[in-house]
């Protein structure tokens, strides 16, 4: 829901950063493997209950995944760098509620019930991508992309701050996690809409 406005923020910090990494001959799916590294971290943080240290690399790895997107536009973006993108990114988003079902049997249903929330947000996405890419582009809303993007109640941005939520209030996975699946269930209905609009 804020990505849009997200970019619109950051993008141009992690233009110049780019500019230099790509000058620097640093390849966006190094950033983009890397950037996954880092989010399995912050999983193997949690399982120490070392929160304040998962934070750190939640956030290092959204620095990461948003410098390789804008290597990628400094470069040209390439079919494999759009698939480890959004294949990293699911590593990540997975890996962060496995991780607190680890710690606590309290959280393992929860974390269960965001974890399948997560897969059908994922197959809503790419089925729409995969349509979409038949038709008109989304007018480059979310900027230059592998995918055509349908945007939702809960994009990426959303996402964050719910892991930053896990970690700063840990005790409280359970009820955030219930939430948060009832709210990508939600997105996953908008996009049933929108796909009913959009290809008929």
Request: aromatic residues 12%.
């Given at each position: ?30 950033l983009t493997i890397s950037g996954a590294g880092l989010g399995l971290g912050a999983a193997v943080c949690i399982t120490q209950s ?90 480059g809303t979310h900027g230059p992309k592998a995918f055509i993007y349908s945007t939702g109640l809960m994009e990426g941005g959303e ?31 908008q996009r049933m809409v929108l796909a009913a609009k959009s290809f008929r």
């Amino acid at each position: 829901m804020f990505d849009v406005a997200l970019r619109r923020l950051l993008d141009p910090a992690l233009t110049r950063v780019a500019a230099w990494a790509a000058g620097a001959r640093i390849s966006a799916n190094a950033l983009t493997i890397s950037g996954a590294g880092l989010g399995l971290g912050a999983a193997v943080c949690i399982t120490q209950s070392h929160f304040a240290a998962a934070l750190a690399f939640i956030m290092l790895n959204r620095i990461f995944d948003g410098l390789d997107g804008a290597i990628a536009r400094i470069n040209g973006p390439t079919e494999l760098g759009g698939y480890l993108d959004i294949l990293c990114d699911y590593v990540f988003y997975l890996s962060v509620p496995v991780a607190f079902a680890w710690i606590d049997p309290a959280n393992q249903m929860p974390a269960l019930i965001l974890v399948a929330s997560f897969t059908l947000t994922a197959v809503s996405f790419l089925a729409f991508a995969a349509i979409a890419a038949r038709q008109p582009t989304d007018g480059g809303t979310h900027g230059p992309k592998a995918f055509i993007y349908s945007t939702g109640l809960m994009e990426g941005g959303e996402t964050i701050a719910f892991f930053v939520l896990f970690c700063l209030f840990p005790a409280y996975f359970p009820t955030l996690a219930i939430v948060f699946a009832m709210l990508c269930l939600l997105t996953v209905f908008q996009r049933m809409v929108l796909a009913a609009k959009s290809f008929r």
